[in-house]
Every structure is written in C-alpha cells, then in structure tokens.
C-alpha cells in the first residue's frame, strides 16, 4: 500500500516482512497436536489474523485463542504506539507484545455483567428488582420500575447520556449519575433492545457501590482479578503505568451518514473526538465500567476460559456453574437493536451467537462473548471449546477491513469444528 492510498484510506504503514513485526509467546503456546488441533488449523487463523494487519487499520494487535482449555496461539503483531496514520515517521515506534495492555472498550461489559451476576449469587441483589430498589434516587421522571436484568440486556431504556453532555462528564461519576438519574427513558417495559454504550455500566457500578459499601475495583480485584490471577484486568490503568497502554488511533475513512449518526446516538461524538477522549489520561486513570477496562488478549481469553469452565479457574471456584448459566441465558428474542440498527441477540450482559448465522459466525448459537468498538472480538463458544480475544488498536468503523475481520471470525470456525457433546465444558453442560 502506498502513501497516496494510506493517507486516503487512513491507514498505517505496514511492512512487507510481517516477521520482522510479530512477536510470538513460545512457552505460552502449547504443542497443537496437545490440545487436538492441526498445527495447519492455527497457520490459517493466524494468517487470518495476518491478512486483517494488512489492511492498515490497526497499528497493533494481540490473539489469544484456547482450545480444550490449553493455549494453542498467543502472539502479537505490530506497534503499540507510534505508527498512527498521522504519526510522522520520526515517532517512536514501540513494538506490541503480548504483555502490552490495551483497552478492551465495549468488551469490558461482559467482565463487569458477571460482578453483578456474583452479587446475585451471593444474594445481595436479586436481578429482576428495580435498580430504584437499591439507589432510590434513580426513579426520577418514570424509571422506577426498570430492573437491573432490563440494564444487563441493553432493555432499561436510557441508552445514550443526554445530548450536548460534555465527554468529560465520563469521568466524573457523580455528574453522570445525577445526570442519569434525571434522564426521561424511552421505554420501561423492556420490550425493546437498545444498544446501552456507556450509561448501564454507570447504573451497575452505582448498585453494586451501594450495596457492597466498596468500589467496583476492590469488587472486581478480589472475585476475578486476583482469583484468575491477572496482571493486568483493571478498570483504567494506574497512573504510575499509563506509559505502557497501548495508544488507540481512528483510522479508516471517517463514517458519513448513517453511520455517523448511530455513531453519535451510541457515544456521542465523532471518530475524532473518540479518539482524544480515550487517550486521554483522565479516562485512562478513570472507571468507565462498560468501556475502560484494560489487560491483554491473555488475559480476556483466560476470562472466558473460567467461563467454559463453569466458574472454575485451575481448580478454585470464582462462581457457580449456574451463574455462568444465568449470564449467557438468552433473554428476548432476535431484534433490530434500535441503537445499533442491526439484529442482535443479548443475555444479560453478553452478546450471543446465532444458528445458522451469528456474530460468531456460523452455527454459533452456543457461543458468547462482546465486541469492544467493533473490531476487538472476544468470546467463547462452548460447542466448539475456545475461548477467543482478538485485541487491537485501530478504531475504524465501516472501512475496507470489514472482510478480514469477518473472515477472521469464519475462520476460527471454520478450523475448530463442534466437539461432540459429551466432551464439551461444564458452561451450556
């Protein structure tokens, strides 16, 4: 690709030997005939993977895939800063690894829908009541009734902040929640899907504040943090380690109409707005608990691996099987979701496969997982046991990867086939 076609597309420079960009963890990954897969089934997802760096829109990659429970691809690919669109070419470039944290964005949801799965395990809030139940003042102007389980399901009927709200406000958690609080909601039957962005992360983080009397980061250091044993896995990162967050950069042609407009209903404001937003330090040191948390692709897939384990990581229990039931149940049906304007079917809290086609590709229905602004895939699929993050940095929207990115996700399931039933994880057991 060449520079008239980069600065047109909005792209990265990408050269010729990939080698030369890809850092591969040799002693995380284990022999592929170990976890009953071709060493020739993780060469085509990896040149998948290859073929989606290509295109230029992200400067830097991370894939984590398990198999059966054991690690067969962990490698990186590309920058983790410095080779933007518009980074000249004296910038810096450092190297993405695969131990460079990065921000999971949208992702974050599913980690932070499972705290609130927890907190109804140990009984200290029951789902189907009114989040009003637990913060009274959230009832304002007709929102008494809507429940936590209508929030987890993108159903609560508040799914944008107000119009004109400054996106700074995002890290002032007192101001959003004054300012959800007065919303008008659309709708409280929850009847209808709709994409809630940013605002159900904030009522949750409220809720689960209030009952427990501590923050949602100590809540979620001590059930999934330590448990799973991350490094990473925070919400933000600690200001003394900001220099080692990979940097996000919107690439790809900047969204028109329609696109923009779902892009401005869902997070209010433009690709270019998005992107000093979230590289500044103030939402990077902040907690954003349905699009800030950061770690690795490891570490999201090791997530997901407990997940498939029914709530156990190496032998210590994180929650019940029946949690991680609760949490991929499927609640409604297949629905245009009237934020994103695309069909989608949610549990409470985790976006879900399809049959014969889902967002996890072919005969998928047993799968579950989220998307991070689009590009970063992270899931599980039971039926065929993987677990999958495939992390990155560029932000494009509609642009010309959109057949790599797909194609990754066709490939994944294309090379690992359903497994029989018997021998599938304890998650859909």
């Not at 770690?295 to 498939?308: K, P, V, Y």
Request: with cysteine.
């Amino acid at each position: 690709m060449n520079a008239l076609t980069r600065r047109a597309l909005n792209t990265s420079a990408i050269p010729r030997d990939l080698s030369t960009v890809t850092t591969v963890d040799v002693a995380a990954e284990v022999a592929p005939e170990q976890a009953g897969v071709s060493a020739g089934a993780l060469d085509q997802v990896w040149s998948s993977v290859e073929r989606l760096y290509r295109t230029g829109v992200h400067p830097g990659m991370q894939l984590c895939l398990r198999h059966k429970g054991q690690v067969v691809l962990h490698r990186a690919i590309g920058h983790a800063s410095g080779n933007g669109p518009k980074d000249g070419k004296g910038a810096r470039r450092l190297p993405m690894n695969t131990d460079t944290p990065t921000c999971y964005f949208s992702a974050s949801k599913a980690v932070t829908a499972l705290l609130i799965h927890i907190l109804a395990e140990q009984g200290r809030i029951n789902l189907l009541d009114p989040v009003s139940y637990y913060c009274p003042e959230f009832a304002r102007n007709g929102k008494r009734t809507i429940t936590i389980h209508q929030v987890l399901a993108h159903r609560g009927g508040i799914p944008a902040i107000p119009r004109d709200t400054p996106l700074d406000t995002l890290w002032d958690p007192d101001a959003i929640w004054r300012l959800l609080c007065e919303a008008r909601p659309v709708e409280v039957d929850g009847a209808k899907v709709a994409y809630h962005a940013i605002t159900g992360g904030f009522v949750l983080q409220r809720v689960l504040e209030t009952v427990t009397g501590e923050s949602i980061e100590a809540f979620l250091d001590h059930h999934i943090r330590k448990p799973l044993g991350m490094k990473w896995f925070t919400y933000g990162i600690p200001s003394e380690r900001l220099q080692d967050l990979a940097t996000s950069y919107a690439t790809g042609p900047n969204p028109i109409f329609p696109v923009s407009r779902i892009l401005q209903r869902a997070l209010g404001g433009d690709m270019q707005t998005i992107e000093a937003v979230v590289n500044d330090v103030r939402f990077q040191e902040a907690v954003v608990p349905a699009a800030n948390l950061c770690g690795t692709a490891e570490e999201m897939s090791r997530f997901f691996q407990m997940m498939l384990n029914g709530g156990i990581w190496e032998g210590r229990k994180v929650c019940e099987p029946l949690t991680v039931r609760r949490a991929i149940q499927q609640f409604g049906s297949l629905q245009i979701d009237r934020t994103l304007m695309i069909p989608m079917r949610f549990s409470a809290g985790m976006m879900l496969g399809g049959e014969p086609l889902g967002i996890w590709g072919p005969h998928s229905r047993e799968a579950f997982g989220h998307v991070g602004l689009i590009n970063k895939l992270c899931w599980a699929d039971a039926s065929r046991d993987i677990s999958v993050s495939l992390i990155n940095t560029g932000l494009p929207i509609v642009a010309h990867h959109l057949p790599a990115l797909v194609g990754f996700i066709w490939t994944v399931c294309r090379e690992f086939p359903k497994v029989p039933e018997a021998e599938r994880p304890p998650a859909v057991a």
